[in-house]
């Protein structure tokens, strides 16, 4: 008797996925917006053909398995054939973040040791300043101007994949190195697969063969969210832009029919304020998503109140990223307005395939109560277990990954972040919690933007500062702003001051950069600090 089950095996490859697009949903629409501000149109057929065809150069150059492919690159089709040509070849796609800065770019590429680059023409004179630190990259395409079609032209499309065992890598993305060096995380074809399949599900971004799909996250950022993925898998049209602009946005919402998109908070920010000024249109738009940061409240009412649904989600490099998304409980339509933004604020559900937990500094398990606080864990079959070219695991003996976030979990199944651990304001023994600050002012008409950070205190150890970004023509002063915080946070959480500023600082990810904030304003005196000292 055989040991196994009698089923067939079909290892969970990413090329099935490209496959079964071309096959199933050959003739739905991949709309490229070009840096340049033209748009071109290929399909689903044209995407496995080309893939094919770059996986044929490739291996005549003498890439082999293994080998590292990286990608200098915004969003669009020949973007998109790069991850399955690289893939399809048996390389490792390694997405590279243009916004890190040249130290850490140098690392990433060589630590990587890559040996192909491919890049957009509005990088050019990065990779040319950049060539003479990278070690390994032996050979450089240019995506524009027809070099990258004439290369992979040189071959046809008679290709067979190269198959493998479902645990070999085919994804390499590095974390941001807020602190340190940037850290690679090494995806694997199985947990890339998995995470698909659980992205696909109805709860996590509704997306189905019907959808239009526009993510305004770079394919560099964590993967576009896993989108690219889960778009063939059940042919949804993709709209891939290089330019987040607003105005372009919302021209491409309406021209290609957009039903569902995908963003950071300060991307959707702008794109409010856009419309606020111009009355510009969201077409079609049924559905956001919403991540990378905590949404503020006002953002989930003003979407709600366009006819436009939110969904909030939360994960990271390390989980591929999805790990919690914005399942709607089964009592939603008994639930009032009010109980339903509640909801939609917190961070969303955990989708099968993921645990979270939280746990005080001794490492005890507390309570899902929606009370208590503690540092996030998580582990799952998306989760990394050890960063790339490290030997020592970045998990515990039971597998569960600390993510650095500060969070609750709630009766109900929901996860909510109150912070991240360097960020928690701690004052007088107990915590405040700078992402309500911020999301509770950026709901202050005239407030474009807000960051909390905590101010040395001599008595309190840390006590907040508000900072505050003005939309264009406001005159929002700091007594408006307080009245705000007033109805929202407690009393004691309330900001020992506030300053107006003209913009704040963003990590390469597009996330406020606390680490520049509070370098920026370390030698800042309280004016409750000042009093206390005689100053």
């Not at 645990?167 to 074809?189: A, F, I, M």
């Not at 989930?300 to 409980?329: D, L, Q």
């Not at 799952?380 to 039971?398: I, L, M, N, P």
């Not at 651990?421 to 701690?426: E, G, R, S």
Request: net charge negative; proline share 5%; aromatic share 8%.
């Amino acid at each position: 008797m055989h040991a196994l089950g009698a089923m067939q095996h079909w290892p969970l490859r990413v090329m099935r996925l490209v496959d079964h697009a071309a096959r199933e949903h050959g003739d739905r629409e991949i709309v490229s917006a070009w840096a340049d501000e033209t748009i071109t149109r290929t399909n689903w057929r044209g995407v496995a053909s080309d893939a094919r065809r770059m996986a044929k150069t490739l291996s005549r150059m003498g890439i082999a398995k293994g080998d590292r492919v990286a990608t200098l690159s915004m969003n669009h089709a020949h973007h998109l054939t790069c991850w399955y040509g690289a893939i399809g070849m048996g390389g490792i796609l390694h997405t590279i973040n243009p916004r890190l800065f040249p130290d850490q770019l140098a690392y990433i590429a060589n630590h990587a040791e890559d040996r192909v680059l491919l890049y957009d023409k509005a990088f050019a004179p990065l990779v040319e300043k950049m060539k003479g630190e990278w070690r390994t990259i032996e050979h450089y395409i240019c995506m524009d101007d027809g070099e990258y079609r004439s290369w992979i032209d040189t071959s046809d499309d008679d290709f067979a994949w190269v198959e493998g065992d479902e645990r070999d890598p085919c994804g390499l993305c590095y974390t941001s190195g807020t602190t340190g060096n940037p850290k690679g995380v090494l995806y694997e074809h199985r947990s890339t697969m998995l995470h698909t399949l659980v992205e696909v599900s109805p709860d996590v971004f509704e997306l189905s063969g019907r959808t239009t799909v526009l993510p305004i996250v770079p394919m560099f950022h964590a993967n576009a969210w896993g989108v690219p993925w889960a778009a063939p898998m059940v042919g949804a049209k993709l709209v891939l832009s290089a330019d987040y602009r607003p105005a372009q946005m919302c021209e491409l919402f309406r021209e290609e029919g957009v039903t569902h998109s995908a963003g950071v908070p300060t991307v959707w920010l702008g794109m409010i304020d856009h419309i606020e000024r111009t009355g510009a249109s969201l077409g079609s738009l049924k559905s956001v998503s919403i991540g990378g940061s905590a949404a503020p409240r006002a953002m989930v009412e003003w979407f709600r109140s366009k006819g436009v649904s939110v969904g909030h989600a939360w994960g990271m490099t390390e989980t591929s990223p999805i790990g919690t998304c914005g399942t709607p409980p089964p009592n939603w339509d008994d639930m009032t307005d009010e109980e339903q933004v509640d909801f939609v604020c917190r961070q969303g559900r955990i989708p099968f395939g993921i645990e979270l937990r939280i746990v005080d500094d001794e490492g005890q398990v507390l309570p899902r109560d929606g009370i208590a606080t503690g540092r996030l864990q998580t582990r799952g079959h998306w989760v990394v277990q050890r960063y790339f070219k490290e030997e020592q695991d970045s998990t515990d003996a039971d597998g569960w990954f600390d993510t650095g976030d500060v969070a609750a979990l709630h009766p109900d199944g929901t996860m909510q972040i109150t912070d991240r651990a360097k960020d928690v304001i701690k004052s007088g023994g107990e915590w405040i919690s700078s992402i309500e600050l911020e999301n509770a002012a950026v709901g202050v008409p005239g407030v474009a933007e807000a960051a909390a950070i905590g101010i040395a205190h001599p008595k309190w150890d840390e006590r907040p500062l508000l900072l505050i970004v003005r939309r264009p023509d406001s005159d929002v002063h700091a007594e408006t702003i307080r009245e705000h915080l007033s109805r929202h946070v407690a009393r004691w959480w309330m900001p020992d001051a506030i300053e107006f500023v003209d913009a704040l600082p963003h990590t390469a990810t597009g996330k406020l950069s606390k680490k520049t904030l509070r370098e920026q304003w370390k030698d800042y005196v309280l004016p409750t600090a000042a009093a206390m000292v005689g100053r």
